[in-house]
Each structure stands twice: as structure tokens, then as C-alpha cells.
């Protein structure tokens, strides 16, 4: 299927019903011509992903950064392809970095999807808040922990839109995996503050309006009892 335009710029160029169904949502944001991909799916049929990056109208060969939100092979699976292929340097929180750094089938849940991590070195550990510089922009990484100890968020300002990458927002929270709920509850306040215009989430979708976002990050709030 065809990658989905967001806004000028941003594109969905994977996700079930667009690469592969584990995959989760990938985005590809264009910077002043450099490119940023919000993780990478399960890595499987990755080539699927770079076709929707082609048929957006961009160079994959122009891949900058790849952001890996957190540790989870459908996030993160397609790493080393990415890295391999076109050169492009992996950003992650550090506490979920080592997981992808030695091939963890476990708590990357590889082992639980079917499918072999390949290990992939992280060139860009973060430990807290911080701002990726892209050419003359930054991209917000948010350090939004409870999912995962290392999940991250991204906060692009586009076209006077504040634009939300929060994968796996909607959790889930298992103890079991290192989700922590006090953590999320945290971080899901964090995330409200911002008032974001929209949300692209990891595995539901897009929501296009301020009141959308709201209540979706509410929703989930309420689900796992943040008060
Ligand atoms: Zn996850
Ligand atoms: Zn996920």
C-alpha cells in the first residue's frame, strides 16, 4: 500500500496494512532535505518500507537519523537494515539501547513475535531530554519512560503544527517487560502538557486535532488508573 501523507513532509511509510502487519507505524519526516525515519518495524520485508520512502518522493540514500523509540522488535527490527544500507546513525534512550546492541530475543520481544534481532550498534545514546539537530532545525526527543525504561517521544514543529510521535502510547503496561505505571503516568502528564496538534501513534493511527489527542492520551490515562 501506498505511504500516507501526514503533512507537508511527514509521511506514514509503514505500518500493518502498509508494510508488514507486525510492523509498527514508521514515519519518515523530511528536515530541509535531510531524512529522519521513526522506527523501523519488525524486519521483515523491509524492502516494502524503502519502496513507501521512494514512492513519498524521497532518496532513502538520504536517511540521516533513525530514531528507535524503545526496544521492541516492531520497532526496532529493521535497525540494521536501515543502518547497513544507506548509513544512517540510530538515536536511542540508553537504558533500551543495550537490548538492540547485543540481539536480546527476550525483552525486545523478538522471541514472542517469531522473529531473529539482528543486532545493531546505537551511535546516538541519550540519557535524558534532549534536541536532535537536524541542518538548521532540532526534533524534541522526550524521555517518556513506563512502557518501557527507555521509551522515547518526538516533538517536531512543522508548519505551526506540533506534531507527536508517541509510539506505544497506548501501552501495554507489563510489569513482566520493565513497563513501570507510575512512570507512565508521569510521562502521559508530560506528553498532555505539550498540546500537541496531532499524535502519530505506533500502532493506531494518526489524530488530527489538539481535542483528539487530548482524549486519547486520556483514554489510556484512565485505562491504567493515572490520576
Ligand atoms: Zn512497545
Ligand atoms: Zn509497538
Known sequence: MKPLKV?????????????????????LVDIDGSLVLIDSGVGVDTE???????????????????????????HIGGNWFFRNSFGCKVVMHELDAGAVESGDQF??????YGVKLHPCEVD???????????GQFSLSLIH????????????LEKEGKRVLFGQDIHGPIEPSWGSD?????????????????????????????????????????KIYGCK
Open 48 to 74: 516494502r518500507i524503502v519502496e513507501n520512502v521512494k514512492k513519498a518522493g524521497y532518496n532513502p540514500e538520504d536517511l540521516e537519523y533513525l530514531i528507535g523509540t524503545h526496544k521492541h522488535i516492531d
Open 181 to 221: 505505571v507510575d512512570q507512565y503516568c508521569d510521562s502521559m502528564k508530560l506528553l498532555l502538557s505539550l498540546n500537541a496538534d496531532i499524535l502519530c501513534e505506533g500502532h493506531f493511527g494518526i489524530y488530527t486535532s489538539p481535542e483528539k489527542v487530548k482524549a486519547y492520551i486520556e483514554r489510556y490515562m
Open 7 to 27: 503533512l507537508e513532509g511527514v509521511f506514514l511509510v509503514g505500518g500493518a496494512g502498509i508494510s508488514h502487519e507486525a510492523d509498527c507505524c514508521i514515519y
Open 107 to 112: 525483552t525486545t520481544g523478538a522471541q514472542l
Open 144 to 155: 517518556t519512560p513506563g512502557h518501557t525504561p527507555g521509551s522515547i517521544s518526538v516533538l
Open 124 to 134: 546516538m545514546k541519550i540519557s535524558r531530554t534532549t534536541s536532535l539537530i537536524v
